[in-house]
T-cell receptor, first 114, second 114 residues
Framework: GAVVSQHPSWVICKSGTSVKIECRSL??????MFWYRQFPKQSLMLMAT?????????EQGVEKDKFLINHASLTLSTLTVTSAHPEDSSFYIC??????????FGPGTRLTVL | AQSVAQPEDQVNVAEGNPLTVKCTYS??????LFWYVQYPNRGLQFLLK??????LVKGSYGFEAEFNKSQTSFHLKKPSALVSDSALYFC????????????FGAGTRLFVKA
């Protein structure tokens, strides 16, 4: 139980284009999902908290207009990286909040912007 | 400020020997405590958590963790390491103050040598 999927697992795009990453909780409903960014050999950096049916809460320093988050249903949250640039290249990981404050993580999406 | 410390960047253990990965935290109240494991290019997998009760928590893959309130520590242990345990381990703390944010440690890379 408590499986979270992410799609795509990797994506390469040109600078200036937008990329959408999906995060789905497959066997449970998640009112709250989180989006993280992980740089090589570093810990996870929380970007935003996504709440179903309401606006996401962004961490300080994360551009809301650049990283658009939509949590339209209890099983799906999407992160859209708009006008991507090479510095946005990273490993993006989502998680869904389960019982007892336990987060269940997706497998991650590696974004490479050329 | 709330924080989680994993004092060792790397832990090296011979297969069959016991392993310990250390974690201390500075969070007020009675937080929830977690351990996650990350394999290369993958998301995090939940190992175990402590909420309340017995200080020794057993989790997946033979791992266990010992909660010590006076030392504010939550060290991860395994009696006999396997080569397949080699991965990146994250300690995480959720303050349990009404929000769901989780604070992650920097991670400890475990190498188990055959």
């Amino acid at each position: 139980g408590a499986v979270v999927s992410q799609h795509p697992s990797w994506v390469i795009c040109k600078s200036g284009t937008s990329v959408k990453i999906e995060c789905r909780s497959l066997d449970f409903q998640a009112t709250t999902m989180f989006w993280y960014r992980q740089f090589p050999k570093q810990s996870l950096m929380l970007m935003a908290t996504s709440n179903e049916g309401s606006k996401a809460t962004y961490e300080q320093g994360v551009e809301k207009d650049k990283f658009l988050i939509n949590h339209a249903s209890l099983t799906l949250s999407t992160l859209t990286v708009t006008s991507a640039h090479p510095e946005d290249s990273s490993f993006y990981i989502c998680s869904a909040l389960g019982v007892g404050n336990t987060q269940y993580f997706g497998p991650g999406t590696r974004l490479t912007v050329l | 400020a709330q924080s989680v410390a994993q004092p060792e960047d790397q832990v090296n253990v011979a297969e069959g020997n016991p392993l310990t990965v250390k974690c201390t935290y500075s969070v007020s109240g009675n937080p929830y405590l977690f351990w996650y494991v990350q394999y290369p290019n993958r998301g995090l997998q939940f190992l175990l958590k402590y909420i309340t009760g017995d200080n020794l928590v057993k989790g997946s893959y033979g791992f266990e963790a010992e909660f010590n309130k006076s030392q504010t520590s939550f060290h991860l242990k395994k009696p006999s390491a396997l080569v397949s345990d080699s991965a990146l381990y994250f300690c995480a703390v959720s303050p349990n103050t009404g929000g769901f944010k989780t604070i992650f440690g920097a991670g400890t890379r475990l190498f188990v040598k055959a």
